[in-house]
């Protein structure tokens, strides 16, 4: 521990050697008298405390919680010999907040003495959270010194995104060949009926429809659709990012609480999911299925931060197994940046299956008065053009905001992807 | 002499007031000088209030101190204020015992010509070399661990 003057420590220094001289200056032994305290008191805390041995574990109940959990830290400090005063001090990192206890804390510790200190913490935002930077500053009886010392004890806390409220998918306009729970727009063996045709050898006798077949007087069978499953592409655009200060929640918590959400949903229909964060820096995680998957995406997406760059990126940075042929790619991002947007349009123009969730940033900028209400006029008239621009190549936007549910935005999705079909035919 | 203690008492009641401890210096600084104002003026042979007068200066130091420590943020367990004031409380009935054996030394000694006063110039020097050794040996422990 390092050793720092307190605040009384010059001061009474000086009184004393005032006072000493003083004595000298005047022939008075008084003010001798009445500089001793002082010059006892210093003399006695500068030589007579010694550095406090100082010992303090932390240690979290879970390594894994959901936005909006709470957590317990506990502090275990220990000191070889008494301390008049410890002063205890978790630093609490952002993503975080203190519920109960109190942060910091004094105790008093004797020698040999543990105490246990509780924490109970929220988690507030996603992320990979490193916690466990302990400051301590202990006081001896007289209190001439302080001590004080930074322990890092870092335990790696891992927050996931809370899950939005989502009842229905988009659904790809293309499948796989893999088993699935998506009816599969070709005909062949599975549960969804499709059609019926007259009989052609081969046909099976157990899909021959015997009510079709009394009523024409011919062989008739049952066409279905197999049940198969589609490769989707969560594209996180993180290049830029809108927030209304630190406190509350920017575009890109949001985008990766949606695209949490998404993936879940996905991978518990049997789909293979993907993921590419498209950014300063790219990420990308192959399709794929199951519950590794899922928790190989959501560990992916932890890592997701805004990294400035000016480099010029398109899709052909993108590794090309990362976007398999009749994949439905999902885009979620705040439009805020033009090479995502042309890396989206690329990709359309490559006949890709997109759809566009806009996590939207108008709600997080005030208009302001005079040039710069007409200055967020004609941005919001930009953002509307450009929307327009993605549904011209028949992209679907959902545009997300604080005013309503992702469950309702996928809805505007899905009705806009069977009308846009319709129009194709 | 009334001009300085009430500077002081204002300078005090400010520091308190405000919760910083930059002012009590000045504020215990002006009490002492009140102090010597009033020795010059009286010129008593040996003034006895001295023990007292010390004794309640450091008890003001200590509790005003406490005062503005306790001003921060950091929320102490029950019981260690209460250590402190009973600290304090030692510090100053020490102060008082440290002042009566220096009065009565100091009355003993008072007609003791130059011997006296080459005890008191010994006295005043080493409580001044007490400080010096205590300050370096701080300063050397502090390079030590940085």
């Not at chain 1, 004797?110 to 490193?130: D, F, K, P, V």
């Not at chain 1, 070709?186 to 021959?208: C, H, I, N, P, W």
């Not at chain 2, 009565?104 to 008191?120: K, N, Q, R, S």
């Amino acid at each position: 521990m390092t050793p720092f003057a307190s605040p009384r420590l010059v001061p009474y220094v000086g009184l004393a050697a005032l006072g000493l001289f003083a004595a000298l200056a005047l022939r008075r032994a008084e003010l001798v008298i009445v500089a001793t305290p002082f010059v006892l008191l210093v003399a006695a805390g500068l030589l007579g405390e010694r550095r406090p041995a100082v010992h303090a574990l932390l240690s979290v109940d879970h390594d894994r919680a959901v936005e909006g959990d709470e957590i317990k830290a506990v502090l275990d400090v220990r000191a070889e010999s008494a301390v008049d005063l410890l002063e205890v001090h978790l630093v609490v990192p952002r993503g975080l907040e203190l519920v109960d206890g109190d942060n910091p804390t004094g105790v008093h510790l004797g020698a040999g003495e543990e105490r246990t200190l509780t924490l109970g913490l929220r988690c507030t935002r996603w992320g990979s959270i490193t916690i466990g930077d302990i400051r301590l500053r202990a006081r001896g009886r007289i209190g001439m010194l302080v001590w004080e010392s930074r322990i890092p004890r870092p335990r790696r806390l891992r927050v996931y995104p809370r899950a939005e409220l989502l009842q229905r998918l988009v659904a790809p306009l293309d499948t796989q060949p893999a088993s699935g729970d998506l009816a599969a727009r070709l005909r062949a063996d599975g549960l969804e009926f499709a059609d019926t045709r007259a009989f052609v050898a081969g046909d099976r006798v157990r899909s021959v429809n015997w009510r079709a077949s009394a009523r024409r007087g011919q062989l008739i069978v049952n066409e279905r659709h197999p049940d198969r499953n589609a490769d989707v592409v969560l594209f996180l655009d993180s290049f830029a990012e809108a927030r209304d200060g630190q406190a509350s929640d920017g575009t890109l918590e949001r985008a990766v609480r949606a695209a949490a959400t998404l993936a879940g949903r996905y991978l518990a229909r049997r789909d293979r999911v993907g993921l590419v964060t498209f950014g300063g820096i790219l990420r990308w995680l192959e399709p794929g299925a199951g519950i590794v998957q899922r928790y190989r995406l959501i560990d992916a997406l932890l890592e997701t931060g805004v990294e400035f760059s000016y480099a010029w990126k398109d899709v052909s940075v993108i590794p090309a197994r990362t976007l398999p042929p009749r994949a439905l790619v999902i885009a979620v991002t705040p439009l805020l940046d033009e090479r995502s947007v042309l890396a989206l349009l690329d990709l359309r123009a490559r006949g890709y299956d997109l759809a566009v969730v806009e996590v939207s940033p108008e709600d997080l900028v005030a208009p302001g008065v005079g040039t710069d209400a007409l200055a967020h006029r004609l941005w919001l008239l930009q953002r509307a053009a450009l929307r327009a621009r993605f549904e011209a190549a028949g992209v679907a936007v959902a545009r997300w905001s604080d005013a309503a549910p992702l469950a309702a935005e996928i809805e505007g999705v899905r009705a806009f992807r069977r009308r846009a079909r319709l129009s194709r035919r | 002499m009334v001009a300085l203690g009430a500077v002081a008492m204002v300078t005090l009641v400010l520091a308190l007031a405000v919760g910083r401890p930059e002012p009590l210096p000045a504020a215990l600084g002006l009490i002492a000088a009140a102090y010597v104002v009033l020795l010059v003026l009286d010129n008593p042979p040996l003034d006895g209030r001295a023990v007292v007068f010390g004794a309640v200066l450091i008890t003001i130091g200590e509790l005003s101190y406490l005062s503005v420590e306790l001003r921060g943020s950091t929320p102490a367990e029950p019981g260690v204020v209460a250590r402190r004031v009973g600290w304090i409380a030692m510090t100053g009935l020490g102060a008082l015992g440290a002042g009566g054996v220096l009065l009565a030394l100091a009355d003993g000694l008072h007609t003791g010509g130059v011997a006296a006063e080459a005890i008191g110039v010994a006295a005043a020097l080493g409580a001044v070399g007490l400080l010096v050794i205590a300050v370096r040996s701080t300063v050397r422990s502090t390079q030590g661990d940085a």
